[in-house]
Every structure is written in structure tokens, then in C-alpha cells.
């Protein structure tokens, strides 16, 4: 069965100090991987589409890449307002539903 | 360009009833995606809908269905609601089927007591 999984569950950071949360996924037929942000009390916000190994992503402070097990979404200098629960997700050619893991809920100190 | 809109944003239901969900997608998407996000399961897909057609369905009971309108306005129906159907249910819109560049609304918060 697809599984996505995501590390850490939650991560606390200082301002300016560079981090990554991992996507490990187990997907048969990955037709792309996403990268959402999600603040509390709102839905997801689309960042990211991922179609094949070696690809690579970037917007401002974030950068997402993708292997054939797991992505990553880098976070350089985070800033305090970057705080939020980031969710990565699956979707496949062989059963068309988005899969999503459970999230990686990040806190930036100032 | 307006984003995804959903009404209502809060309800409150009672066991056994029944709930409406709204959802008008961006202007110009045709695909509407359903998800529950629960604390304990997360995001959980529950349908598509393109062209006023179902064209893919989650795991879950019968009691959850869905329609979708001629303007690709969706919306969503719970029956004999149970106390684990409180959740938050976002709606996601996308140019076309199986276009997984999705937009969310801010979501229905149904709390069933």
C-alpha cells in the first residue's frame, strides 16, 4: 500500500538557524510529489510540485528535491513568520487520490 | 483572481443528521477535490469531481457524497452524521482532472455533538 511518511513531527528552530524535513514515500507509479503549507486554522497552500528523481524546487528561503525514496524541503535562515505545519503528499498513476502525510508542524523563535 | 471560497466556514450538527457543504472553485478550475483532516488520520481524500462527474472516490462510507454543478461549483453531503465526523473539510480546486497543482479553501470545521 502507498505510504507517505514525514520526519520530524515537529521541529523547533532559532531564527537563522538552516534545517530539513524529510517525505519518505513508498509509491508505486509516482506521477509527482507536493509540498503544501498549512497555518493554523487555514487550508493547505501549494508550494511545490516534484516529478522526478534529481528535481529540484526553490522559492525564497525554501528548496524542495526529490530521490526515488524521499524528498526533502530545505529551509535556509528561517524567519519567524515561515512557522507553520508543512505536509508533503503522493499522487499516483495507478489509484489517482493524493496521498498525504501527517505533517512536520515547525516553530521559528525569534 | 478569488480564491476558493467555502460556506459555511463552522457548523455544529447532532448525531443523525445530515450536512451540506458548499465549495465555488477558482474561477476558470474545473476539477473539485474533497479531503477530511482529522488530528488522529490526517488528510484523507474523499472524492473528485470533474465535468458534474465523479471521477474518483476515497475510503469512505456512503454516507459521504458529493455533486458538482454545471459552473463546477461542488458540494458535499454527510448523512446520519457520527460523532467521528467532526473534522475539518477542505475543498481543492484544479484547472482539470488529475491536475494535482491543487488550491485549497480556508475549510468547513463540522463539529458533531
Known amino acids: 500500500e502507498d505510504q507517505v511518511t514525514q520526519s520530524p513531527e515537529a521541529l523547533r528552530l532559532q531564527e537563522g538557524e538552516s534545517s530539513s524535513l524529510n517525505c519518505s514515500y513508498t509509491?508505486?507509479?509516482?506521477?509527482?510529489l507536493f509540498w503544501y503549507r498549512q497555518d493554523p486554522g487555514k487550508g493547505p497552500e501549494f508550494l511545490f510540485t516534484?516529478?522526478?528523481a534529481g528535481e529540484e524546487k526553490e522559492k525564497e528561503r525554501l528548496k524542495a528535491t526529490l530521490t526515488k525514496k524521499e524528498s526533502f524541503l530545505h529551509i535556509t535562515a528561517p524567519k519567524p513568520e515561515d512557522s507553520a505545519t508543512y505536509l508533503c503528499?503522493?499522487?499516483?498513476?495507478?489509484?489517482?487520490?493524493?496521498?498525504f502525510g501527517a505533517g512536520t508542524r515547525l516553530t521559528v523563535k525569534p | 483572481k478569488a480564491g476558493v471560497t467555502q460556506t459555511p466556514r463552522y457548523l455544529i450538527k447532532t448525531r443523525g443528521q445530515q450536512v451540506t457543504l458548499s465549495c465555488s472553485p477558482i474561477?476558470?478550475?474545473?476539477?473539485v477535490s474533497w479531503y477530511q483532516q482529522t488530528p488522529g488520520q490526517g488528510l484523507q481524500f474523499l472524492f473528485e469531481?470533474?465535468?458534474?462527474?465523479?471521477?474518483n472516490k476515497g475510503n469512505f462510507p456512503g454516507r459521504f457524497s458529493g455533486r458538482q454543478f454545471s459552473n463546477s461549483r461542488s458540494e458535499m453531503n454527510v448523512s446520519t452524521l457520527e460523532l467521528g465526523d467532526s473534522a475539518l473539510y477542505l475543498c481543492?480546486?484544479?484547472?482539470?482532472?488529475?491536475?494535482?497543482?491543487?488550491?485549497f479553501g480556508p475549510g468547513t470545521r463540522l463539529t458533531v455533538t
Open positions: 481543492a480546486s484544479s484547472l482539470g482532472q488529475g491536475d494535482y497543482e491543487q488550491y
Open positions: 509509491v508505486s507509479g509516482l506521477r509527482g
Open positions: 516534484l516529478y522526478s
Open positions: 503528499a503522493t499522487a499516483s498513476y495507478n489509484n489517482n487520490d493524493m496521498r
Open positions: 474561477s476558470g478550475h474545473r476539477s
Open positions: 469531481y470533474f465535468s458534474e462527474t465523479q471521477r
